[in-house]
């Protein structure tokens, strides 16, 4: 049974509910960290473009997150030199209920199936949240990028190292 499935990769038909959830999500996480006019005047056109390349581009896997037969966020992986976890976003009504633990574990499952050892992902520095939970689910900042002009743009670059398996 599909729905009951967390973790659904993604297809041409669900890129509008996926730019749907990230324009719901950036108004309530991005608020005062975008600037308002990226929230406000949301650009669907660019977003839609953006989104069906991801889906079929042969370097990035993306899955929505459904609990039941509800999209409540999406998560884009880029398996490139380095497998970069690109976005994670969930909804906030279902944020602090393990999910995003959830998506973690997934993400180490996905690792380990691509032979990786470790992941990274990037978050604006002031998404304090984001990185609040990256630290707890045992990121450690590897990289800085805070010179660009728009401050929204810059970012602090987290490595996950998986456990290793013992035999």
């Given at each position: 049974?599909?729905?009951?499935?967390?973790?659904?990769?993604?297809?041409?038909?669900?890129?509008?509910?996926?730019?749907?959830?990230?324009?719901?999500?950036?108004?309530?996480?991005?608020?005062?960290?975008?600037?308002?006019?990226?929230?406000d005047e949301?650009?669907?056109?660019?977003?839609?473009?953006?989104?069906?390349?991801?889906?079929?581009?042969?370097?990035?896997?993306?899955?929505?997150?459904?609990?039941?037969?509800?999209?409540?966020?999406?998560?884009?992986?880029?398996?490139?030199?380095?497998?970069?976890?690109q976005s994670?976003?969930?909804?906030?009504?279902?944020?602090?209920?393990?999910?995003?633990?959830?998506?973690?574990?997934?993400?180490?499952a996905y690792?380990?199936?691509?032979?990786?050892?470790?992941?990274?992902?990037?978050?604006?520095?002031?998404?304090?949240?984001?990185?609040?939970?990256?630290?707890?689910?045992?990121?450690?900042?590897?990289?800085?990028?805070?010179?660009?002009?728009?401050?929204?743009?810059?970012?602090?670059?987290?490595?996950?190292?998986?456990?290793?398996?013992?035999?």
């Amino acid at each position: 049974m599909a729905e009951d499935k967390l973790f659904v990769e993604a297809t041409e038909e669900d890129v509008p509910s996926i730019i749907g959830l990230r324009q719901r999500i950036w108004s309530t996480t991005y608020r005062g960290i975008y600037p308002d006019s990226m929230i406000d005047e949301f650009d669907w056109d660019r977003h839609r473009e953006m989104e069906l390349l991801r889906v079929h581009h042969p370097a990035y896997s993306v899955y929505l997150i459904r609990k039941g037969r509800q999209n409540i966020g999406y998560l884009t992986i880029n398996k490139a030199d380095v497998i970069t976890l690109q976005s994670l976003y969930i909804v906030s009504e279902y944020q602090r209920q393990g999910i995003g633990r959830q998506a973690f574990d997934f993400m180490s499952a996905y690792c380990r199936e691509h032979h990786a050892t470790a992941f990274i992902c990037h978050c604006v520095p002031e998404n304090f949240n984001a990185r609040s939970f990256y630290e707890r689910m045992g990121g450690e900042v590897i990289g800085e990028d805070l010179t660009n002009e728009e401050r929204w743009q810059n970012s602090v670059t987290y490595q996950f190292t998986l456990p290793s398996k013992v035999t």
